[in-house]
């Protein structure tokens, strides 16, 4: 595993992720598609909030799980608590510093029909 920082636009938020960075997935739901999310999901021992907790803002809709967490200085969305996997952080590899994402295997995950797609979502069956 490797070790990436992140951060916010502005700086105030910044985190460590380590991880396995070869693929990562896009979803077409309204909340991914309008904000650019490109998933990685991790488990929390993997994942460190280094500064800017008390700079976060948190959205929830539709079912309540997912919590969606943004800078409220520059209004960044840098990781959040999936809906798929509530024990998890899903962080936005956008905001990872140094990762190419040309080099990314992107996989698609059918939020529009979330339902559906959960049942088949490759994180769910390894």
């Known amino acids: ?5 992140g951060a916010c636009h502005c700086g105030r938020v910044k985190f460590e ?3 396995e960075l070869s693929e990562a997935t896009l979803c077409n ?3 991914c598609s309008k904000k650019g999310f490109i998933h ?4 929390p021992s993997q994942f460190e909030l280094l500064t800017g907790a ?3 803002v948190s959205y929830r809709f539709n079912t ?3 919590e969606h967490k943004f800078c409220a200085e520059c209004g960044i969305h840098p990781f959040y ?3 798929s996997d509530p024990d998890k952080v899903d962080v936005n590899v956008r905001c990872l510093d140094g990762v190419d994402l040309s080099k990314l295997e992107l996989l698609l995950f059918d939020g529009i029909r979330w339902e559906e797609a959960i049942k088949t979502a490759h994180w769910q069956t390894e």
């Open 40 to 43: 990685l999901i991790v488990e």
């Open 54 to 56: 008390d700079a976060l």
């Open 17 to 19: 992720v380590r991880a």
């Open 1 to 5: 595993m490797r070790q990436y920082s």
């Open 81 to 83: 608590t999936p809906r």
């Open 64 to 66: 309540g799980v997912a």
């Open 29 to 31: 739901c309204s909340m």
